[in-house]
């Protein structure tokens, strides 16, 4: 796949200012007083980047997951209407299915 080099620019340059025209770097027009990365710094990053897309997107759907499944579990054993252990197997799912992706 080949890098997304706007999803770099907005995560690892955050502040500065630049326009990119198409999905190239020869689109990218630089306009911050920094120096201008390059490609092979960018093409370096995106390993990390998508990474970190993809934990993110990991942490919103057990966050739903958790607020849909598990939270309703853990607040009826709190009231005494289900087991810790009922709580506990409704995380280990949503766990299991919604796993984080491998580190770069």
Excluded at 44 to 64: C, G, K, M, N, S
Excluded at 77 to 89: I, K, V, Y
Aim: proline share 8%; aromatic share 14%.
């Amino acid at each position: 796949m080949n890098p997304d080099y706007a999803a770099i620019l907005l995560a690892k340059y955050a502040g500065s200012n630049w326009t990119l025209n198409g999905d190239s770097y020869d689109g990218l027009v630089w306009l911050s007083d920094t120096p201008k990365p390059t490609q092979a710094d960018l093409d370096a990053l995106w390993p990390q980047v998508q990474y970190d897309t993809q934990y993110a997107a990991v942490e919103h759907a057990r966050l739903i997951a958790y607020e849909q499944t598990s939270d309703p579990i853990f607040f009826k054993w709190q009231r005494g209407d289900a087991t810790e252990a009922e709580w506990r197997a409704a995380v280990a799912k949503v766990k299991a299915e919604n796993p984080y992706p491998s580190a770069p």
